[in-house]
């Protein structure tokens, strides 16, 4: 299915230049998270999470040009190519974190931005100069994709803004996509956001609570999305999935 800049704007307030960037790129050759895929953009959470972080970028001050430059899509490309390679079992998370933090090369635009990346990513989250990361292990594992923001030079205002912005955005995706796949994650012993809070009340509350938050962060930046991550909170029953599960084990 061919997704449309004008439907990135209309369903998810994507700003125009940003959805024409992304859907008129081409697929790049030879990287791994493109496998199969004759679109850049197809319309499923694994791609379009990439413009609409970059337009809520925008909405933190990120200057446009740089957005859309070719030094930006490429970083993305490379740490998406990595993600893939640890999706398929052939890198380790600590090799995925030293390719994506190698990506920028030696004379990164931000590097106070890679300085506080390379703090967290390697487990020293209190050095940084931002809060990075969420409660749940697994609502973090998405996180080595802010490394390209290495490529752009931005104020330490901005950085606060971009990564509320960041977790406001993923950890709703991120959620969904565990809340789908827990019965699966369970009997393989994946990674699950569910799993990490506990399958009780209080985890069932700590879920609830974040995607309660998520969703008024994202009411501040950009409305249009806020709107559909509110709709479907709304059809969301954590504490029945959990019961449902529950039951089952017996």
Not at 13 to 36: M, Q, S
Not at 115 to 136: C, E, F, I, N
Not at 174 to 199: F, H, K, T, W, Y
Request: aromatic share 8%; proline share 5%; with cysteine.
């Amino acid at each position: 299915m061919f997704l449309s800049a004008d439907e990135l704007k209309l369903a998810y307030g994507v700003d125009l230049r940003i959805g024409k960037v992304y859907v008129d790129r081409k697929v790049p050759v030879g990287n791994a998270y493109w496998e199969g895929r004759r679109l850049y953009m197809p319309p499923v959470t694994g791609f379009l999470f990439m413009p609409i972080f970059s337009d809520l970028c925008r909405r933190c001050g990120l200057p446009l040009e740089t957005l859309l430059s070719e030094a930006y899509l490429r970083l993305a490309e490379g740490i998406l190519a990595s993600a893939a390679r640890l999706e398929a079992g052939t890198l380790t998370w600590d090799e995925h974190v030293a390719e994506c933090l190698h990506l920028p090369g030696p004379t990164p635009a931000n590097p106070a931005v890679l300085a506080d990346l390379t703090h967290y990513l390697q487990g020293d989250v209190a050095k940084a100069s931002v809060a990075l990361g969420t409660p749940y292990p697994s609502l973090n594992r998405a996180d080595t994709y802010l490394v390209l923001l290495c490529a752009i030079p931005f104020d330490a205002h901005a950085w606060v803004a971009v990564t509320r912005a960041w977790y406001a955005l993923m950890a709703y995706f991120l959620i969904l996509d565990d809340l789908a796949d827990i019965r699966e994650d369970l009997q393989e012993q994946q990674e699950n956001a569910l799993v990490d809070a506990g399958l009780t009340e209080e985890g069932v509350a700590g879920i609830q609570a974040l995607i309660d938050s998520s969703c008024e962060e994202m009411e501040r930046i950009n409305p249009v999305m806020a709107n559909r991550m509110d709709h479907k909170r709304s059809t969301l029953n954590v504490r029945g999935l959990v019961q449902a599960i529950l039951s089952e084990k017996g």
